[in-house]
């Protein structure tokens, strides 16, 4: 148990570490925007080898996989479009936020983003034994650009430094507590629970990636954002082969 907690918050850890990063050296808008593209491939090979391919092997393409990919999706979109419309809309801005932003949507944005992958690396665990080297560097690489942009746009509205780091490592927090219940609530659940899941959490996290990750990552960098997205999804996938 202790374990998956420690994972979750190790993938949660580097959004501490991108606001950090933010403190000592400003990171320039093309450079967030390879960081960002380069985490949508990580998190793309990551949805299609650590999540979707292991729920079909799972259940031997059983329907629950379909289910789960479709209720994922839909659970991040409504999620999404509630906070969206509650002040969290530009909670990955680079820019100083307007009057209409509320620091509890934003917090409450960050950990839908979150979510879903602490929980299946808690799951990894439980089904496996060991953790998924290659899911907890998805989650890892994937929240670096998302702190940096964040704690940018936050910081030229005003919000202090110890604001932004309590923020982000109640997240980080979340993300351990996470994990560890997708380690303790599916333990001894069915094989077609499991891989209901596991898509679960691929199909919210294709749906952030599309309506987030991949818009802002082309409108930081341009043209670039597809050779780094292809060579995230190469490292993530070697480090799934290796592992």
């Not at 960002?36 to 329907?63: R, Y």
């Not at 979150?114 to 299946?120: L, Q």
């Not at 005003?158 to 927090?173: H, T």
Request: proline share 2%; net charge negative; charged share 10%.
């Amino acid at each position: 148990m202790g374990e998956a907690f420690f994972w979750g918050a190790v993938g949660g850890v580097s959004l501490v570490v991108g606001a950090a990063v933010v403190f000592v050296v400003p990171i320039g808008r093309q450079l967030l925007g390879a960081i960002m593209a380069f985490g949508a491939g990580v998190l793309i090979s990551a949805v299609s080898f650590e999540l979707v391919e292991e729920a079909v092997d799972q259940t031997n393409g059983d329907w629950s996989v379909a289910l789960g990919m479709f209720c994922g999706a839909i659970t991040f979109f409504a999620g999404d479009w509630w906070i969206d419309n509650r002040g969290g809309r530009h909670r990955k801005s680079m820019h100083a936020h307007d009057e209409e932003s509320n620091s509890k949507a934003i917090l409450l944005g960050t950990v839908l983003d979150g979510v879903p992958e602490s929980v299946v690396i808690g799951l990894g665990l439980a089904q496996g034994g060991a953790v998924s080297a290659a899911m907890v560097a998805a989650v890892f690489l994937s929240n670096l650009p998302e702190s940096i942009s964040s704690t940018t746009g936050l910081r030229a509205s005003g919000w202090s430094s110890g604001r932004l780091l309590l923020m982000w490592s109640v997240v980080a927090l979340v993300a351990g507590i996470a994990s560890l219940l997708g380690y303790t609530v599916f333990e001894n659940s069915s094989d077609e629970t499991i891989a209901f899941v596991m898509s679960f959490a691929g199909g919210a996290l294709l749906t952030m990636l599309a309506d987030t990750m991949m818009p802002k990552a082309f409108e930081l960098e341009g043209k670039l954002v597809g050779l780094l997205t292809t060579l995230g999804f190469a490292v993530a996938f070697a480090i799934s082969a290796v592992s």
